[in-house]
Every structure is written in C-alpha cells, then in structure tokens.
C-alpha cells in the first residue's frame, strides 16, 4: 500500500511539474504511455498536439507539446477587449470630439496670430484618424486571419465611418482658406476606393492631389515635404507617433517613448493625437519591429513587457 501511494505521489508530483509547461523533451527509454504519465496528458492529446503518424516513433530530444498550438485565431483573442473599448465606449467617442476641438482651437489660433502670407494647411492621417475601420480588424476575431487578408476589399468597400469631429473640422479648415491632405500609408491601389469612402462621408478636397497615399516607401516625410513646398503646416493629426515626424520610424521601445519626452512641448500644439489601441507602430516596437514571431512569440512578447503587481 506504500508503494503504491508512493507511485501515486510521484504522478501527481510530475503532473503538477508539467501542469504550465508547454514542452517535453523526449528521454532515453520513454514512451508515449510514460510520458503520458509524467506529464498527465493523455496519450491521444500527445499524438495530436504534435501530429504523430506513428506513436511507436519517438526520437530522443524530440520536443512534444504538451498544450494545443498557439494559433492567429488564439492571438485574436486578444483583441476583443480593445475592439469593445474602440467600439462600444463614450470614452472613445468623446476623445475624438476632444482632439479635433483641440485642433479647431490650435487652428482658430494660427488664424488670429500668425500673418505668415503663406497658405496653411492640415495634415490628417486615413486610417483612425478621421476614418473608423475597426469592423475590418474585429472580423479577424474567432479566425485564423490577420492583416493584410481582406484589407483591399474593405477598403475598396468604402464601408468606414468619420471619426467624431472629423468632417466639421476639416471642412471648417477649408472654409476658413486653408487645405487639407490626406497623407495615409494606404496602397495607391485603394485610392479609388479610399476617396469614394471620403467623399461620401462629406469630407472636403478629396481630390487626386490631396489624397497622397503610399507608393514606393511608408516614410510620410517625402509626402509631407511636398506639401510643405507652397504650405505652411499648422498642424498635424494621425494615430501614430509616425504621423509627426519620421523620427519615430524603426524605433523600439525605449527610443520610442524618449523621443516622445524629447517632443512633450508639440503635442496640443502641432501634433493632436487619436487614440488607437487595435493596432500601430507601439505594437512593433514591443517586437524589435521583428513582425515575423509567430502567434505565440508574439503573446509572450505582449506579456514579457508589462509590469506587474505584485512581481511574478
């Protein structure tokens, strides 16, 4: 009898090891049905986790999972919390009302105080800027997919909504004299699409010429410098740091949020921020910009940055 409670211990002593554990290592002299015992998965999960073909083939250093793969579809999950807070919450909605009178006062400003004779502009960035494409990013939720699968046809689709604010405020900017360019890292291969969605949310001056969308670099600075030609800039809008100033390009965490200090006096100012919490460049960062870990590097990444109380 103490034998047999001595096994039983040792069992669920090894359970209880390989309960989180996501690996087991293949030793000399093991089996499906032994390490089925260590490890308390059952011999048909074994089999299926890892897809074997033969459960009398095992190599010693092969590594079994002990847990489901972590897939895309797993990853989306993630995303839900976001998705309802973007979609669902008067506290999303009143700080896009926010940003863009923000933008109105800063805009109202420069009109009263500055007899630069140049012609002013306002630059916005597309997406979550002025337009709401979060359907488009909540259809990847309970699925496999993930941009850029089906981002052509939505935008094509031209089914996004106006921001809150936005097309008072920037029809406000071009009855006042001033004009407005669209400077999105959207394909050219969408601008058909993209200014059909524009147009017919009644946003002003969406014409060839002002909507600059991406051809052959996602660096907004040459499109920017562009404008600055025969403009002077009043202000700029996006929901990336990237939207600003090319500065923030490539950069990691760290680099990021100094450079964000290093320019505290802009925004408000000259740069009026939208929130965006789906997706961006803060997301690469968190990888090293190294966007090719899979689903589940990409969730322990997520994890390994946040602080935590009390530590683990």
């Known amino acids: 009898m103490r034998k047999v409670l001595i096994v039983l211990l040792a069992v669920l002593f090894s359970a209880l090891i390989f309960a989180n554990a996501e690996y087991y290592v293949v030793k000399s002299g ?6 089925s015992e260590v490890t ?7 089999i299926k986790y890892n897809n074997i073909q033969n459960p009398d083939l095992i190599v010693v250093g092969q590594k079994l999972r002990l847990m489901p793969e972590y897939t895309q579809k797993d990853l989306n999950e993630q995303m839900v919390l976001a998705m309802d807070w973007y979609q669902t919450s008067g506290e999303m909605k009143a700080l896009a009302y ?6 109105k006062m800063v805009f109202d400003n420069d009109l009263a105080n500055n007899n630069d004779p140049m012609k002013r502009a306002v ?5 979550e800027t002025i337009l ?3 359907p488009y990013d909540a259809g990847h939720i309970d699925t496999n997919h993930a941009y850029p699968t089906g981002w052509n046809d939505w935008c094509n689709a031209a089914l996004a909504t106006a921001l809150p604010g936005a ?12 004009d407005v360019y669209y400077i999105s890292n959207r394909k050219v291969a ?7 969605n524009l147009k017919a949310l009644g946003f002003p001056q969406v014409t060839d010429d002002h909507v600059l969308l991406r051809t052959d670099t996602s660096d907004k600075e040459p499109r920017r410098k562009m404008v600055e030609k ?3 800039i009043v202000l700029l809008m996006g929901d990336n740091l990237n939207d600003f100033t090319s500065v923030f390009r490539h950069k990691g965490l760290k680099e990021r949020n100094a450079l964000v200090d290093q320019f505290k006096n802009e925004y408000g100012v000259k740069f009026i921020l939208l929130p965006n919490p789906i997706y961006g460049d803060w997301e690469g960062a968190i990888y090293n910009g190294n966007w090719g870990l899979s689903p589940e590097e990409k969730s322990k990444t997520r994890k390994s940055v946040i602080t935590k109380w009390p530590e683990q």
């Open 40 to 46: 308390g998965v059952s011999i048909d999960k074994l």
């Open 167 to 178: 097309v008072e405020f920037l029809n406000y900017v071009v009855e006042k004299g001033a």
């Open 123 to 127: 630059i916005v960035d597309i997406d």
């Open 230 to 232: 025969d403009h002077r």
């Open 190 to 196: 969408v601008k058909e699409g993209t200014m059909k």
């Open 98 to 103: 926010q940003a863009f009178n923000v933008a």
């Open 30 to 35: 093991d089996s499906l049905s032994k390490i």
């Open 132 to 134: 709401n494409n979060s």
